[in-house]
């Protein structure tokens, strides 16, 4: 129902609409290219092992967030890039996990997961954020202090630049090992219940996938281009800061298909699939997307991006990853917990509208 928005976003650009309008309607647009995507990914995961799935996972399941903030870096907006990684991280620990636990939770007493992959994923998160804050530590401590919620773009210096690089390569490192532990040498921790597939009339041949895929990147990428280009002008006419665009509105954009697919689990009662969706890709955000950006910007943009979030990011960051270790310590959920996750979700969106 949403693909309309897909030409009608490259109508209203070359039309020379207002930008306010290109930019919802490009961001509706992303939803379906990223829905297909997603699909495409699935269908070759599905034939190709294990192995090779997961390494398919990994490269293309956070792609349209990593297209999106890709563009935006070379259009110089690093501060809104810096936010929509940390309100992806955000959104699908609080938004994805809240939502999940709540409608999965509706006319159940409880639902059931597992506590042992869980458990692994959020302490590769908690580790991973334990990386990502220290460039913002040096820079508190040692630099000029932390970067202002409405700061456009930064130059921190060679120093700060230097240890974003080493803790990128070491973050990459680190996802690397998580990928073997969790294909290769515990992968039976790491299996959930496959999901429903009957609403899926029939499989996809390798070659439609690849071609499904392939239309799809092009898709999400003149899509991107065209949200990103009209962030600027939105967020003055609306008079609401480019970081709360890339921190909520970008970040639920870019894993709306993912969100959508993790609440249909949770009502299907399955509930390590939804799990696994929301955690697993808070953690592959901060180990894998996070520093390939990082490592990008020291070729595209006006100069090398530094791993230094401001001090709303950094309390949100931390506080999602304890909460969701706190929540599914247990491997069991229901519908309160789910809403006390929405719960703070809001508060925390709340806070970067008015930052």
């Known amino acids: 129902m949403l693909v309309i928005f897909i030409p009608a976003a490259i109508v209203l650009q070359y039309a020379g609409a207002s930008a306010t309008l290109i930019f919802f309607t490009a961001a509706l647009g992303v939803i379906p290219t990223a829905a297909l995507m997603g699909r495409a990914t699935e269908e070759l995961a599905a034939r190709s092992g294990p192995g090779i799935g ?25 501060e809104v890039v810096k936010a929509s990684i940390a309100g992806s991280i955000i959104g699908n620990v609080l938004l994805v996990l809240g939502a999940s636990m709540f409608f999965g939770g509706l006319g159940r007493d409880e639902q059931k997961f597992s506590a042992r992959a869980a458990s692994a994923q959020t302490s590769m998160l908690f580790l991973a954020l334990v990386a990502i804050v220290m460039p913002a530590v040096y820079e508190l401590v040692s630099g000029g202090g932390l970067p202002d919620p409405n700061a456009v773009i930064i130059d921190y210096g060679s ?30 921790i790491f299996n959930p219940e496959p999901a429903d597939t009957a609403a899926i009339s029939e499989s996809w041949s390798v070659r439609k996938s690849v071609i499904a895929l392939a239309i799809a990147g092009i898709a999400v990428a003149g899509m ?15 008079g609401i800061s480019e970081f709360f665009i890339g921190a909520i509105i970008v970040a639920i954009v870019g894993n709306a298909a993912e969100h959508w697919v993790a609440v249909l689990a949770a009502r299907k009662d399955q509930m390590d699939l939804a799990v696994n969706i929301s ?13 390939v950006l990082i490592l990008a910007s020291h070729l595209m943009g006006p100069h090398p991006m530094a791993l230094v979030f401001n001090g709303y990011e950094l309390a949100a960051l931390v506080l999602s990853a304890l909460i969701a270790g706190q929540v599914t310590q247990d491997g069991r959920s229901n519908w309160f917990e789910g809403l006390q996750l929405l719960a703070v979700y809001v508060i925390i969106a709340f806070s970067f509208f008015i930052a």
């Open 279 to 291: 955690i697993g890709s808070s953690a592959q955000i901060a180990l894998f997307v996070a520093p």
């Open 54 to 78: 997961g390494l398919l996972n990994v490269t293309f399941g956070n792609a349209p967030e990593l297209i999106i903030a890709l563009i935006a870096l070379n259009a110089g907006l690093q």
């Open 224 to 238: 991107s281009e065209i949200l990103v280009g009209s962030i600027e002008e939105t967020a003055q006419r609306f």
């Open 159 to 188: 120093t700060v630049e230097t240890l974003s690089i080493v803790v990128a390569a070491v973050m990459l490192a680190a996802y690397a090992g998580g990928l073997i532990f969790s294909l290769r040498t515990h992968k039976r």
